[in-house]
């Protein structure tokens, strides 16, 4: 969700330049920088930004600047004897020369504005157009970070997806090792004469099913499958829907690892647990 727009337009009497930049965030939170002109209209360029990004932390900035004499102008001259101010002692502490201060206060921030404070109809049409260029722009940027994210995720998901055959490929021989281990104890425990062959393979089968993994591997590969559909959607937002299916599948993975009782097969789980907290990581840059 990291992105950067910038466009600027003059037509007529006025320059309008808007700056957005985007950083990641699970809410919007629009931090906005507008021209006093701009004041009533303040509401409606939030609702176009929030209709437009959706989720982040949102800088905006929106400077008019007047051409020429089209309009009367005036100074603000409080504002312009503090900035002054601050020039002048900052010029003396770096024993910099003191010239020419007087254009360079001109083009201070509200310095000199137009003596009335409202835009014309046209004038607001044309801020609007360059807030929506603007827009597109940082949309474009946030589309080329995603076409990335995509293809960072569908990595992690088809790794978990090959670690996931390997933990397949060794369930026959957990078993085995699980029934050889259970022999060897009982006889340890009890004379292989005095065990009742029967009763001993009704408890190891009773005692393998507790142990088995095969219905959380099938919900595992249901998830996988599901999550690479949604990633394929072409909706605005999914993040939080994608974020959820990671969280079954983290669930699956954990629940493989508690049950396989099996050092070989820990070993992918780890390697599954691995790939699933950089998809995680990645999934908060998601709409």
Request: aromatic residues 4%.
């Amino acid at each position: 969700m990291t992105g950067f727009g910038k466009s600027e337009v003059t037509h007529g009497e006025i320059t309008t330049t808007v700056e957005i930049k985007s950083l990641n965030g699970k809410q919007l939170d629009i931090n906005l920088k507008i021209s006093p002109l701009l004041r009533p209209y303040e509401f409606e360029i939030r609702n176009m930004i929030q209709q437009a990004l959706f989720r982040g932390s949102i800088d905006v900035i929106i400077n008019i600047r007047q051409n020429g004499a089209a309009r009367p102008m005036v100074i603000n001259s409080l504002l312009a004897k503090h900035y002054y101010q601050s020039i002048s002692s900052m010029a003396q502490e770096l024993n910099l020369p003191e010239n020419d201060i007087l254009s360079a206060l001109l083009k201070l921030p509200e310095v000199v504005s137009p003596s009335t404070e409202e835009l014309l109809p046209r004038e607001w049409e044309q801020v609007k157009q360059v807030l929506d260029q603007a827009i597109a722009e940082i949309d474009k940027h946030r589309l080329d970070e995603g076409a990335s994210l995509k293809e960072d995720l569908l990595l992690r998901i088809n790794n978990i997806e090959k670690y996931q055959q390997e933990v397949a490929a060794q369930e026959p021989l957990r078993k085995e090792k699980i029934r050889q281990r259970l022999e060897a104890s009982l006889e340890e425990l009890v004379n292989k004469e005095n065990i009742d062959k029967n009763r001993m393979e009704q408890e190891l089968i009773f005692y393998i099913e507790k142990l088995d993994i095969s219905e959380e591997q099938v919900r595992l590969a249901n998830h996988c499958r599901y999550f690479k559909e949604v990633l394929q959607e072409n909706v605005p937002v999914m993040g939080k829907k994608l974020n959820f299916i990671l969280q079954e599948i983290g669930r699956e993975i954990n629940t493989t690892g508690a049950k396989a009782n099996d050092a070989g097969i820990q070993q992918w789980v780890v390697r599954m647990k691995d790939e699933l907290e950089k998809a995680k990581e990645q999934i908060m840059n998601v709409l």
